[in-house]
Every structure is written in structure tokens, then in C-alpha cells.
């Protein structure tokens, strides 16, 4: 039987998603989780790998398992077992075809950005800084010139294992909301540190350092050289996974931000 998860979680404390040897990631906490309401080990395959300090609102994972439990023991029972930072959200059972990373149509992420003078204190880890003024008519000009299909090779990290760099981002959109700057990015997947680097080059067009059309020349130079530093990953969360309607999996999460 194979079932599906919805996850949730703060990256604050964790080694990221995938599993190490430290154990100290929400793949191993909640496959710790899952074997104490299994009774064996079992092992998740997700929609989408988050880095260190990276947050899920709708990251979805599926395992197999032979044991049968009321579906309610994959969601209430496996948060017993879970620590307070992490919660699954909801549980299906699919058919054997469904793949949490395979099947996904699109991935979402969204980066928070406060943009303001002083540096954040109640909100630190949960958003990037940034503390002077941002021209966003510029930066949506320059994330305009990023959709479609690409070679991002610029905006990939060294330690990327993806087969290609060839991505199609779909969305690239920026508002801000008081002292609050988001930006949702949806492509059909995405390079390691893709949106973290993605946003520090449009700073450096926020900030005037670079016109709008330098986002064009280095996305067609193919180097990584050429882009800004990979941004800060407290703001950046994974936002939730689009499927075909056949799979009948719920919506992306609980907490829209």
C-alpha cells in the first residue's frame, strides 16, 4: 500500500529535508515517527528537497507499507511522534503509479523579504532583510525576462545534482505588502539554491546596482559567476506541489503566508 503525506514544517533547526548521518532532518524525524506507528522502518520519498533553515507549508511525501493502520494513525499518530516543528497534515492512500517527486505537475516556493531599516527580531529565521529601498517596478521587469524555458545554469548551485539545468518557471511575480516583499516562483522544478540565487539577483536590481536587462544576460551567460550571492534561506518556503486531478490529493497546506 502506498500512502501520501502533506507536511508542514519549520526548517529553523534542521539540517534540511533529505536525510543525513547527524539524523538531524525532517526526513529522519519523520521516519522516526512513521516506524513508531509502523512497527518497522519505512522510508519517504518527497515532492521537493529543502535546504538547511528552508520551511515546508506544503510539502508532500509518500512511503509503502504492508501494515495496515486507520488512516488517522499517519496523521494524529505520527504527530505524537513528531517534534512540535513538524506535522503531517494530511494522509491518503494512492495507487502504487502515484510518485511524490515523479508525478508533480509544479513546485511552488515563495521568499519573504523584510525590507526595512533594522533587521528583524521576532520574525528572524522566518524572513530574509534587506535594509534599503527596493525599486519592485524594476525587479518585476527583470523576473519577467526570467519565464519560460531556460538553461539556468547561472542560478544553480556547484553541489546541484539535477540531470539537466533546463528548467520552465511559470511564475515569477513580486508584491509587497508594508515592509513585507514576497516572491512566488512556480516552475516545473527547480536547481538547488535556484530561488535563493534567483532572488539575490533581482536585489541587485532592486538596489540599482544592475538594470533590469542584466537578469536576461546573465540567465543567457550560463555562468554562476556572473549572478549575486546565493540569499539567505530563512525567508524561503516551499510553498506546496500541483498534480493531476486523477490523484485526488488535498490542497497545498494550512498556513497561507
Known sequence: MRIALGIEYDGTCFSGWQSQPSGNTVQDALERALARIAGEPLKVVCAG???????????????????LRPITAWVRGVNTHLPPSVAVTWAEPVPDEFHARFSARSRSYRYLLLNHPV??????????????????????????????????SSFRAAECQAKTPVKTLHQA??????????????????????????VGSLLFVGKGVRPPNWMAEVLACRDRTQAAPTFAPGGLYFMGVEYEEKWRLPGIGRMMI
Open 173 to 198: 511575480d513580486i508584491r509587497r505588502e508594508g515592509t513585507l516583499v514576497s516572491f512566488d516562483f512556480r516552475a516545473d522544478a527547480f536547481l538547488h539554491h535556484m530561488v535563493r540565487n534567483l
Open 49 to 67: 528537497r529543502t535546504d538547511a533553515g528552508v520551511h515546508g507549508i506544503g510539502q508532500v511525501a509518500h512511503f509503502d507499507t504492508e501494515v
Open 119 to 152: 533587521r528583524p527580531g521576532l520574525m528572524q529565521g522566518k524572513v530574509g532583510w534587506f535594509h534599503a529601498p527596493l525599486d519592485l517596478p524594476a525587479m518585476r521587469e527583470a523576473a519577467g525576462l526570467l519565464l519560460g524555458t531556460h538553461d539556468f
